[in-house]
């Protein structure tokens, strides 16, 4: 077995990507409990959820092109679609947690938006309930799992170390593309919940 030698330079990305990857999923999951909200206008807070389904969706598509021209040989094609793949990731990041920091969480289920999911908006959603908890389950954890693989990859890309970047990218790039698209999915079955 071969032993990966890292000079000083990798070691202090690696160390950022490793923070950057255990504060971002801190900081979401405090927005998700923290009672404070900001004060933006109704119309800006319930278009964020449509505008980030819409960046899901541009990056899954981003995704696909990035494999196919990579797949031709036509790397700066690669290059372009997978930068402006991580763009769009962090864009959806910013109009993730401005959401969560203005708006509720939403329940699955809650017709009424009381806030409570009661006997019968629960039946209503019952045939389905359980594909949307495995979608969304699998979306949150998966996203936190491939951001430090995706960040270590595109810096192995950009620094010259192509055998390091198609090592993780075998495994982080499937993920990424299961984590865009489903959470377009979740996207479209939460989306009648929303309280206008």
Do not use: C
């Not at 094609?77 to 203005?102: C, D, E, N, P, Q």
């Amino acid at each position: 077995m071969t032993q990966i030698a890292f000079n000083p330079k990798d070691k202090i990305i690696l160390r950022s990507i490793l923070i950057i990857s255990v504060l971002v999923p801190v900081v979401v999951g405090l927005l998700l409990v923290v009672p404070y909200k900001l004060s933006l206008p109704d119309s800006v807070i319930m278009a964020l959820p449509r505008i980030n389904a819409g960046i899901n969706s541009i990056t899954s598509i981003i995704l696909i092109l990035g494999l196919v021209f990579i797949l031709q040989r036509k790397v700066e094609w690669h290059k372009r679609m997978m930068l402006s793949a991580m763009a769009l990731g962090a864009l959806f990041l910013v109009f993730y947690v401005i959401y969560h920091a203005s708006a509720p969480s939403t329940k699955f289920g809650d017709a009424n938006g009381d806030g409570v999911v009661e006997a019968m908006e629960k039946a209503a959603v019952a045939s389905i309930a359980g594909f949307y908890y495995f979608v969304l389950l699998t979306h949150i954890v998966l996203a936190a799992i491939v951001l430090p693989f995706v960040l270590m990859s595109v810096y192995y890309a950009l620094s010259g170390k192509i055998d390091r970047h198609r090592k993780i990218v075998r495994y982080a790039y499937p993920l990424w593309l299961y984590v865009s698209i489903s959470g377009v999915v979740v996207f479209y079955m939460i989306s009648p919940f929303y309280q206008q």
